[in-house]
């Protein structure tokens, strides 16, 4: 499970990373893939919601599992912190209760987003968004612990 549990990180956190990173860098803008002002705040609009959804899963996940929060509450977290309606927060407390790993979204996309700071940091100016992409992508789907390894030459923490 350790081994699934790492390469699915990096392959739903890379898809979670490249979202956020994509509007960050300007898709969505006027004139680069939305028709309008209105229109760009949508797309940010709807990343954040998704991107909230999946943190409330990620404490939920990790709070269930432990035995620290209820079915019950679980819920209600949904609800009033994830914004979900009663009926989605029900449906997503009940997968919560038979797929402790559905905080691996979250998980791959903070990995990753660490993992380039640290990088960007080491490079400095010579920091390039594009082969930092490009290096990531070389090192295939294996847990973002070795792509660290490999990218950092180091065994410093993913997170």
Excluded: C
């Excluded at 977290?77 to 914004?83: H, L, N, R």
């Excluded at 402790?100 to 979204?105: A, D, G, K, N, R």
């Excluded at 979250?106 to 010579?126: N, S």
């Amino acid at each position: 499970m350790r081994k699934l549990l790492g390469a699915t990180t990096n392959v739903e956190g890379w898809a979670h990373y490249t979202e956020q990173m994509m509007l960050d860098q300007g898709y969505g803008q006027p004139g680069a893939g939305a028709k309008d002002e209105r229109e760009s705040k949508f797309l940010r609009l709807g990343q954040l919601q998704d991107a909230l959804l999946r943190n409330a899963r990620f404490i939920v996940g990790i709070q269930m599992h432990t035995g620290k929060m209820s079915y019950e509450e679980a819920t209600d977290f949904f609800q009033k912190e994830g914004y979900q309606s009663k009926e989605s927060a029900f449906v997503e407390t009940k997968r919560g209760t038979s797929d402790p790993t559905y905080l691996y979204y979250t998980l791959g996309k903070l990995e990753i987003m660490k993992l380039r700071a640290d990088i960007e940091k080491k490079q400095g100016a010579a920091f390039s968004l594009q082969e930092f992409h490009d290096n990531f992508l070389r090192q295939g789907m294996p847990p973002i612990k070795i792509v660290r390894e490999a990218m950092l030459g180091d065994n410093s923490p993913v997170l």
